[in-house]
């Protein structure tokens, strides 16, 4: 419910709508509590709105704000190095330095190119892995998200579990009005973390099969952990058959360590695809992969292009992410115990309060639902997510000054502290008891 909280968010969102669709720039910036919001600022781990009001921030712009809102080192990289200029229509020396320094940290950033975001960056994987091997359809899963696309803007959501139709056969329900018809016949959808089930698909369709591509975390939906052997599974089908291997680490890169899933879980992948966390909010992505798959691009048989590519601003905000990230060698070990403190405190939380809720994930990056379920193995299960009471309970806790991605998702930055933790496990604890 609208109340004077957020009055003045709620006048802007009145005038935004004259002239915005919908007041926003982006779909998912609607589903804020009680509505879109508009904020004046963000420092640290804290994000303030028009309405005055503060909130300890585990959104994180969505992932990308690793080392919290504002951070000195970014800016400063950001403003000394666009006092050279803005972009040149050609190369600079900062944008090797960053291609060096990825292919230092990234098993598999043989080679690399940069893009604007994460969802360009996707098609180009698809475009490499279609040319190299002559084959046109990629294999994707249920629920996994890979930009907004039309040839991945199906599957991702459903209104039930009878519209996505069987295991073995799925209906691949459509996110958006408008997809292209053709779109669908690019690519085949199973459910996720079924190795035996993805064995006898890609035996059946190899011939067809260009690439598969998996998030190596599912973090858009209940980040679901691959089942142990999943990962490794897709890599030798993909061995065997002659397929390119994608990771989208649009999530996972530099969240969950600084060579990404694909380090964390040992899996190397021909391809893989880095956004969100790599440069602190502003935008540049990258397609890294094995020099065998890249050629195509070096070459030219593939054609990769940008205006706005690797501009100065963006390159500099990446290389001092990453130099913040990496000054501190406990980094990485910190956010996972502070996500996994968060975690636990949450699941405490919701014994005390005798709350079936669901705590699923990482530390880095978690989902919290509401389900009878022990554990969330697909995107199948996530169907079994109370959404009323996770809306309330989200809702609840934005009206107490802490923000959560509205479907539940948590991210943990490398600057949130111990208290602010447990001040976040005070609040759910009440937030739990009230619904
Ligand atoms: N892949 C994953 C796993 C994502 O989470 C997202 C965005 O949330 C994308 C791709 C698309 O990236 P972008 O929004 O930068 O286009």
Redesign the pocket.
């Given at each position: 419910m609208a109340t004077n909280r957020y009055q003045e968010s709620a006048r802007l969102l009145g005038r935004a709508k004259q002239v915005l669709a919908s007041g926003v720039s982006?779909e998912?910036r609607k589903y804020n509590h009680p509505h879109a919001i508009f904020y004046t600022h963000g420092q640290g781990s804290r994000i303030y709105d028009v309405d005055g009001n503060e909130y300890l921030d585990f959104t994180l712009s969505?992932?990308p704000l690793i080392v919290g809102h504002s951070h000195p080192a970014v800016l400063a990289a950001i403003q000394e190095y666009s006092t050279q200029g803005q972009l040149f229509a050609g190369q600079h020396l900062k944008e090797i330095e960053l291609a060096e320094k990825l292919h230092q940290l990234i098993p598999s950033a043989e080679l690399m190119r940069f893009c604007?975001?994460?969802?360009?960056?996707?098609q180009t994987a698809f475009r490499v892995a279609r040319a190299k091997t002559g084959k046109p359809k990629f294999l994707r899963f249920e629920g996994?998200?890979?930009?907004?696309l039309d040839n991945?803007a199906w599957g991702i959501s459903a209104p039930s579990i009878d519209a996505l139709g069987s295991r073995e056969h799925p209906q691949a329900y459509p996110w958006s009005g408008g997809l292209s018809a053709y779109s669908r016949e690019e690519f085949m959808i199973l459910p996720w973390n079924d190795i035996e089930l993805v064995r006898r698909t890609v035996a059946e369709h190899c011939g067809e099969l260009a690439a598969i591509i998996t998030?190596p975390v599912m973090?858009?939906n209940g980040c679901i952990v691959p089942q142990p052997g999943f990962l490794e599974g897709l890599r030798e089908l993909c061995d065997t058959y002659g397929i390119a291997l994608i990771f989208?680490?649009?999530?996972?890169g530099f969240r969950l360590g600084l060579g990404g899933a694909q380090q964390y879980f040992g899996v190397t992948p021909d391809l893989s695809?880095f956004?969100?966390a790599i440069a602190s909010g502003y935008?540049i992505?990258a397609i890294v992969g094995k020099r065998e798959w890249m050629e195509e691009i070096e070459t030219a048989r593939v054609i990769h292009a940008g205006t706005m590519n690797a501009s100065n601003a963006t390159v500099a905000a990446a290389l001092a992410t990453i130099d913040v990230l990496e000054q501190d060698p406990d980094t990485y070990a910190r956010m996972f115990r502070l996500g996994r403190k968060l975690m636990q405190g949450l699941r405490e939380a919701a014994d005390k309060t005798g709350q079936s809720l669901l705590v699923q994930g990482m530390g880095p990056m978690f989902n919290t639902s509401f389900t009878p379920l022990q554990q969330i193995r697909d995107y199948r299960d996530t169907l079994s997510n109370d959404k009323a009471k996770l809306n309330a309970f989200i809702a609840g806790l934005h009206d107490r000054g802490i923000r959560v991605i509205g479907r539940g998702l948590w991210y943990i930055s490398a600057i949130h502290t111990d208290e602010e933790i447990e001040q976040a496990v005070a609040v759910a604890t009440e937030v739990l008891k009230s619904l």
């Open positions: 982006s998912f969505q992932g604007l975001d994460g969802s360009e960056a996707v996994h998200y890979h930009g907004w991945v998030e973090c858009n989208d680490e649009v999530i996972t695809i956004a969100k935008p992505s």
